[in-house]
Each structure stands twice: as C-alpha cells, then as structure tokens.
C-alpha cells in the first residue's frame, strides 16, 4: 500500500526502514494524517513482523519537528483536545508495545512530539554535529510533553535531568542527550545507517536508571524535590501567567510510580492547557516569531567582512555576536583599551556559548579582529556604525567612511532614536544607509528592527533583512520616525514609572505592579540597567518630536550623576551587579501602578498602528514581543486590548485621562482596533 507522508522499504536483514517525508512541507511534523498513516503502517508490520523497525526522516531540515501546531489552533474545546492528544499516545504505546526492536535514527533537529516518539522507541541513535539537537520545547507553547513524554524521558534520563529539560524546554546537543541518558549512541553522519543496524541486529544492553535517579523517583521524596522545583520555576514563571511548568511538576509528583496512570493524566492536563488562554497566546506567539522569520531571506546577501565602529558595550557585543555567527568581522574604536575590553567581553560571550568546545572559542576569536586605526572600512560588505547618539558626531564620521567604501557596500547604523533622513543628509548617496536597531543586550534580545530611511534603496532594506535573518535575530522592517518602533512604545512606559517615583512611589512597588503584570523586569529596574544616560537621550529625542513632557525626576538623576548600574546607584544601589531593594517598601493599590504603566504603552501602540510605523497589527505585537520582553502570555499589546474588549479598555484609559492628564489622552487609533 502507498502512503503520502511514509515510505516503507524492507531489506535483506529483515529491518523495515520507515521514512517520514511529509508532503507539501518543508519540515516533519506529525499531523492528524502523519500520525493515522503511522498507525496503519504499525498494524500492517505488525502483521509480518520484521526482525526491526528504523525511523528515518527523508527531510534536509531535521528528524520531526514535533506536532502539527497548527492543529493547536483549530481545538477549541476540552474533548476535541483529549482527542486529538489520545491519537498521539495511541500510536507511541503501538510503537512501545512492538515485540520487535525500534529505533530512531535522528539527525537534525528532534523535538517535542518527534523526541517523544524517538522515546516510544527502543534505542536512538543521534548523530553527532552541531545542527543535531533534541529536546521537549512545549512549555514554550505554554503546554507540557503531551505524548506520552514526560514519562519516556524521566524512565530513561531520570527525573532531575528530564524534568529539567522540560521545565526549561531547551534543545541539547549529542554530548548532553548521551550523557543523560535521552540518547543511546552520538555517531558520525557516516555511520548512523551502520549504527541503526547494530542496534536492530544486536539489541545491546540498555542503561539502567542510576540508584540516585530511582531513590528521587520514590514516593517519599518527590514531595520534597517537587517543592524545590516549583521555587526555581517561580523566579523566571507565576503560575498564574504559566500554569504548565506547574502542572507538569504536579503530575511527576503524583502519579510518577504509576507509570500507566501518569501517562492518562498527561493526557487530561494538556488537554486542559491547549485550550487555556496561556497556550493560546504562546502559539500566537510563535506564529508572530515565524511571521519576523519570513520577513527576511538568508540568500538575499551573503557578506564576507562586516565592520563595526564603536567598541563600547553596544557596538563591541554586536561585532562579537557577528564573529559568534561565523563571519569575519573588525571592529574599531578610537581608544585601544575600548578595543581591549571588547575582545575580553568577546571571549566571556564565546565561552559562555561553546562552553568546553575550544576550537569553537579559538575560531569565533580569530574571526574578530581589533582595528583601531580603521582599516576593515575598505573591505567591508557592510559597515555598522554603533557610536553614542548624537546628529552630529555621527554625520562627521558617514563623511570620512563613505570616499573608503568599495562600491555596493551597505552603511548601517544602530542608532535607536535619531530618523535617518537626517543622518543620511551629509551623504553622496543617501540610499545605501539603513538602520539595524539591536538591543541590548545583544547575545539575549533576538529582534533587531530594520529601519527603512525615505531615501533608503529597496535592494538596501532587502540586504539588510537578509542580515538578520543570516546573524539568527528577528528582523522587523519599520518606518523611520522618532524612536522607531520599539523604543518609541516603551519610553512612555518607562517615564511613566519615572514620574511615579517622582511622586514618592517607591520603586520596588513600581516594579511590583510590572511584574504583576507578567513584565520579565519592573521598568525602575530596566532603566537603570540601560542606563539612565541613554534613557533621558532617547527620551530628550523623542520629547522633541512628539511633545511628551519629561519628568523632572529624570533631569535631576542626571544632574546627580546616578546613571543607575553602570555607575553604581541610580534609582536603586546596584552591588555585585545586582540592585539593593527595599523588602518593606509597600504601597496600597498596585492595580493602579500597574493600569498607569500598561496604558501608556498600549497607547503608543495604537499610535504605532495608526502612523503604520509596521505594517500591520501582527508586526507592531511581534516587535514589542521580541523588543522588550511584553508579557508573551497575553499576546502582545495590540492582542491584548483587543482580548479584553476594546471598548472596555479605552473606558479604562479615558479615566486615566481624567486623573492623571493628558499623557492619558486616548489616540485616534483607538478606532482602527476592533
């Protein structure tokens, strides 16, 4: 029998080989139609049992992406839910229950529903390069492992490390996979199809699960280590905004020593969690990050040899995040010990991301090259200018670089606030500058916005988000005004705060109210880690240019000098890197801290909108998403007025408007929203 998505081929050996190669996909991905022609297959061999089973993937992309999440989208209801979810474990038991051996064979990447299926299997063999990882990512669709998962992998990794992963749903590699347990040979590309027939033909004997793993599996202490996790998972998710890590340590907890009950909890759990708001807005979510994805195409510019000038914290961690990248970078600045700084900031960054890989470490350093005296400018493809923020300082270095550029070489700047009109004005073709906006900091913020100037070339603005896309960051193409996109929506936000503190709020419970909101930092706290300099800059740019008025809190910090933590004391003392808070501090109605924060950004935001800064309701809630950390499990701001009622909400504003003045005033692109 022929089917769409598998190809079944039989050897010598009597090893049926399955090969998954979804139709009209791209990647594999496993479907209602995926999982149903799956479970036939397993009848049909189960029929004429082969001496083994080997699951391959046909695809250039990976082993199994995992389930079909545009299926999530399409379950609206609790049964639809528990249906969909008991077709998943239906086909992994079959898989499990086969008296012949299984075994994946995984290159590339295996994660969520395809890690659980390689788990249902008897071995996984993995091969061993860097494109190759595994993982179970779906708490960051605000669900947990729904496929029989979370049993199949603390069974073979043990609760702490399977757990772990699941809580963090980070993706490993082959060291760590084997290492654990997940996995059970790391093999060249070359001998994986050797690999996969000496599991069949000699079913090698498997680990056993470490005493220590088994003692913390018993009834007795999971309790005690339950409690433990759930205080980790509470610094970085409230369970009110992210209920899954929680229910996914409740089910450990509860059901662990009986494997077959925990499985059907599994089950009933996600399926109350698809269709939570929570996971709602987290698939939204990944669908606004895949839209940013689109935005740019790798083939679309191919640089050899990007310069960077400015070596401070900004500019140096841009040039190392390119060499990160595997391009061949240089990087000037005008003092030598900026530059000596740079490179040892380069060397933690590199460190921190190839960890015990010294090879790795040794070429991502040799790819950055110091350059004090400039010279990278003539062989650059593109020029990256990343100096403090100021008109003219700027425009006198475009006019010494542009006679060195060689011909289609693109000048980009990181400028955050100033429109580039007019920074392009002092050049001999204006076209070839672009903004590329990153934020800091650089290793960790994953958009960068990708500022259209009116003179800027469309090949110019095709390059550049080519760019992002070649560096691994989101590119979001914007308009240039006054602050951009991003920066132009937090800043009210952040003043906002500011102002509150002028009037004796204190900061902590500022930042209480932000978080309360589901914020990943309280705006006190960003401002002083960004720096209170850079902030009253953008904000004097932006204040210009749209008449807000600037609290005079903020003049006077800097009259202090208290420039937050690079200086040591902003608006709270900063000691070993972190602020020094004040755990008595309180204030009675946090709602309203809270509506006087929130409100002065969802109302750029409709500003944003109506002005088209991006091009549509989607980009301006991807960007401040991926801009500024905007609670991911409300959808983002433009979502979110729209999930709780527009009307409801402007009501809200409007009084705010009657308390507080006119920053509350509502825009007119509150009636574009629906």
Request: with cysteine; hydrophobic share 40%; proline share 5%.
């Amino acid at each position: 029998m022929d089917y769409q998505h598998w190809k079944i081929e039989r050897d010598n050996d009597d090893i049926c080989w399955l090969h998954l190669d979804v139709a009209d996909s791209s990647t594999n991905v496993l479907s209602a139609a995926v999982l149903d022609e799956l479970s036939e297959i397993l009848n049909e061999q189960a029929q004429s049992l082969p001496r083994g089973i080997v699951f391959v993937s046909n695809k250039k992309s990976g082993f199994i992406a995992g389930a079909d999440i545009n299926e999530f989208t399409r379950v609206d209801n609790y049964d639809d839910a528990i249906a969909m979810i008991n077709r998943g474990h239906e086909v992994m038991d079959k898989i499990e229950s086969l008296p012949c051996v299984t075994v994946a064979m995984i290159k590339g990447f295996c994660l969520g529903g395809g890690m659980e299926l390689a788990l249902a299997c008897r071995y996984r063999v993995m091969c061993d390069d860097r494109a190759t990882r595994v993982g179970l990512p779906e708490v960051k669709l605000g669900i947990h492992p729904g496929y029989g998962g979370t049993v199949r992998s603390i069974l073979k990794a043990g609760p702490m490390a399977a757990m772990n992963a699941m809580l963090t749903g980070r993706l490993l590699q082959g060291r760590a996979a084997k290492r654990m347990g997940l996995v059970d040979d790391l093999v060249p590309e070359r001998q994986l199809l050797s690999a996969a027939r000496y599991f069949v033909l000699k079913r090698p004997h498997q680990r056993p699960l470490a005493l220590k793993d088994r003692i913390m599996n018993h009834r007795l202490l999971r309790p005690i280590v339950a409690k433990q996790m759930r205080k980790q998972v509470a610094k970085k998710a409230r369970k009110e905004h992210y209920p899954a890590p929680y229910k996914l340590i409740d089910l450990w907890q509860k059901y662990m020593d009986r494997p077959r009950l925990m499985l059907k909890k599994e089950a009933e759990s996600v399926a109350e969690l698809v269709t939570d708001y929570t996971a709602r807005n987290l698939v939204r979510v990944f669908f606004l990050q895949e839209k940013l994805k689109s935005q740019g195409n790798k083939k679309d510019f191919q640089p050899q040899h990007i310069h960077v000038i400015g070596g401070g914290i900004m500019g140096g961690d841009i040039a190392a995040w390119c060499a990160l990248r595997g391009f061949r970078v240089t990087v000037q600045d005008r003092e030598p010990k900026v530059l000596a700084a740079t490179m040892k900031r380069s060397m933690d960054m590199f460190k921190k991301k190839f960890k015990k890989d010294k090879a790795a470490i040794r070429d991502a350093m040799d790819r950055l090259i110091a350059d004090h005296k400039g010279l990278g400018v003539p062989h650059a493809d593109l020029i990256i200018e990343a100096i403090f923020e100021d008109k003219d300082v700027k425009q006198s270095l475009y006019k010494n670089i542009e006679p060195q550029m060689k011909d289609g070489a693109i000048l980009a700047t990181n400028t955050s606030s100033i429109p580039l009109e007019e920074l392009a004005s002092c050049l001999q073709n204006p076209g070839r500058l672009v903004g590329i906006h990153f934020f800091n900091p650089v290793a960790l913020m994953p958009l960068v916005e990708i500022v259209r100037g009116d003179n800027t070339d469309d090949a110019v603005i095709k390059q550049a988000l080519a760019f992002g896309r070649q560096i691994d960051k989101l590119p979001l193409a914007v308009k240039s005004s006054p602050g951009f996109l991003v920066n132009r929506i937090l800043m009210p936000y952040l003043l906002e705060a500011v102002e509150m503190v002028g009037e004796n709020i204190p900061p902590e419970m500022i930042d209480k109210a932000a978080l309360n909101f589901g914020m990943p930092m309280g705006p006190i706290e960003l401002a002083d880690t960004v720096g209170l300099d850079v902030c009253h800059s953008v904000a004097h740019i932006l204040s210009e240019a749209m008449d807000i008025e600037l609290p005079k809190k903020m003049d006077f910090m800097m009259e202090q000098k208290k420039l937050g933590k690079k200086s040591g004391e902003g608006f709270y003392k900063w000691q070993k890197g972190k602020p020094v808070k004040n755990k008595d501090a309180h204030y009675g109605n946090l709602k309203e801290l809270e509506d006087r924060l929130i409100f002065r950004l969802l109302n750029e935001a409709t500003a944003c909108l109506r002005e088209q800064v991006v091009d549509d309701k989607e980009l301006v809630d991807a960007g401040i998403i991926f801009g500024t950390g905007f609670a991911p499990f409300r959808g983002g701001p433009l979502h979110h007025i729209e999930s709780e009622g527009v009307q409801l909400m402007l009501d809200r504003l409007n009084q705010l408007h009657q308390t507080y003045g006119d920053r509350f005033q509502p825009d007119s692109g509150w009636q574009q929203l629906s």
